[in-house]
């Protein structure tokens, strides 16, 4: 258990479609980051935040947003949902804002219909 | 263009043998490399990572090495042991505050 958590474990919904997945990093992290993994590929890093703020932004869309809350939890939004976004999206957390060693949750898979 | 590649998807080795992954980048600015496993239906686990000025770290039975000149790391298991049956991710960063750059993973399945 990396003490990293995320809910909902699966989600389906349909195209079009708005849904939220929620992270509440390991006691102590300040920064959070946001993966996706999609069928045969890696990991691809989203956006990190760090203690509240924006940190580093990657191949995140148009359509996501995230934000990290005071008590450092963090949302990931999806909107205008496509098939094409049906992935397994991790969250990961770490001490600090450089991205070194990162303990990642059991991920949320998400699946648009 | 994939700046971490692990070309090989997918190893199978017995039980008691050596595992050796590999992993290729391509960008010379990385300076931090860590490898991952990850087991189904859960997350990523850290498992040993190496920095650029070292070229070989040990950590029980899994040994990093790395190659600057050659831009290759590989990952050393020894013995294998079947509960290391799973996706072994490589990534890397660069300087700064860069995020990770992970490959596509390799499954390692280890045969008893």
């Known amino acids: 258990d990396s003490g990293v958590t995320q809910t909902p474990k699966h989600l389906i919904t349909a195209t079009g479609q708005r849904v939220t997945l929620r992270c509440s990093p390991r006691s102590g992290d300040l920064s959070v980051y946001w993966y996706q993994q999609s069928l045969d590929q890696g990991l691809q890093f989203l956006i990190q935040y760090y203690n509240g703020e924006e940190r580093a932004k990657g191949n995140i869309l148009e359509r996501f947003s995230a934000q990290q809350f005071p008590d450092l939890h963090s949302e990931l939004n999806l909107s205008s949902l496509e098939l094409g976004d049906s992935a397994l999206y991790f969250c990961?957390?770490?001490?600090?804002?450089?991205?070194?060693?990162?303990?990642f949750g059991p991920g949320t898979r998400l699946t648009v219909t | 263009d994939q700046q971490v590649k692990q070309n090989s998807p997918s190893l199978s080795v017995q039980e008691g043998r050596i595992s050796i992954l590999n992993c290729d980048y391509t960008?010379?600015?990385?300076?931090?490399f860590l490898w991952y496993k990850k087991y189904p239906a859960e997350g990523p686990t850290f498992l040993i990572s190496i920095s650029s000025i070292k070229d070989k770290n040990e950590d029980g039975r899994f040994t990093v090495f790395l190659n600057k000149s050659a831009k290759h790391l590989s990952l050393h298991i020894v013995p294998s042991q079947p509960g290391d049956s799973a996706v072994y991710f490589c990534?890397?960063?660069?300087?700064?505050?860069?995020?990770?750059?992970f490959g596509k993973g390799t499954r390692l399945s280890v045969i008893a």
């Open positions: 990961a957390s770490s001490v600090g804002g450089q991205a070194y060693e990162q303990y």
């Open positions: 990534a890397a960063r660069s300087m700064g505050n860069t995020p990770l750059v």
């Open positions: 960008n010379s600015m990385f300076d931090y």
